[in-house]
């Protein structure tokens, strides 16, 4: 299960990697439309933060100190240094995902998050479908903003791994 969540969770990254690289302008990251309060360069800060911190800090070790306000807040990051971000953020799951055990899924996460414990394996779980949400949210700004319906192939099963049946 453990090897599984690494992989949703790397795969969903390298998607909203090219969510990024997607859109046609530097710009267009950080554009505000109507009915949408982050646009996608916010969305991709925030979700490269979050996985530092939670997965990256948390369970790795690795010192990343978060600034969620920052993630929210920052306008104009220039695309290459998104990118870093979420290049980091794949980084630091596999650091955080390697230095936990099968066993480690059952046991208590090492911190409450927003106020809640729970397992580590259901806090993973937890982070996987936030990230494939505000993924969906970057889609979608990226699509208004366009006008296209192109996708990134964000669900690609055949980037999970394992063998197919």
Request: hydrophobic letters at 40%; charged letters at 20%.
């Amino acid at each position: 299960m453990k090897d599984w969540i690494t992989n949703v969770i790397t795969r969903e990254l390298k998607a909203l990697r090219r969510e990024i690289e997607s859109y046609p302008s530097d710009e267009g990251l950080w554009e505000v439309l109507p009915g949408i309060a982050n646009p996608g360069g916010n969305l991709a800060l925030h979700l490269a933060g979050n996985l530092q911190y939670f997965v990256g800090h948390v369970l790795g070790k690795n010192g990343y100190v978060r600034n969620r306000d920052a993630e929210f807040g920052s306008r104009d990051v220039p695309r290459v240094e998104l990118l870093r971000e979420i290049d980091n953020a794949i980084a630091a799951v596999q650091t955080g995902m390697g230095k936990i055990s099968e066993a480690d899924l059952a046991r208590p996460y090492p911190e409450p998050v927003g106020g809640v414990s729970s397992t580590t394996g259901a806090f993973l779980a937890h982070f996987a479908t936030h990230l494939a949400y505000h993924l969906g949210q970057v889609d979608y700004h990226r699509r208004i903003l366009t006008g296209e319906g192109k996708t990134v192939k964000a669900m690609a099963l055949n980037e999970l791994g394992g063998r197919a049946s």
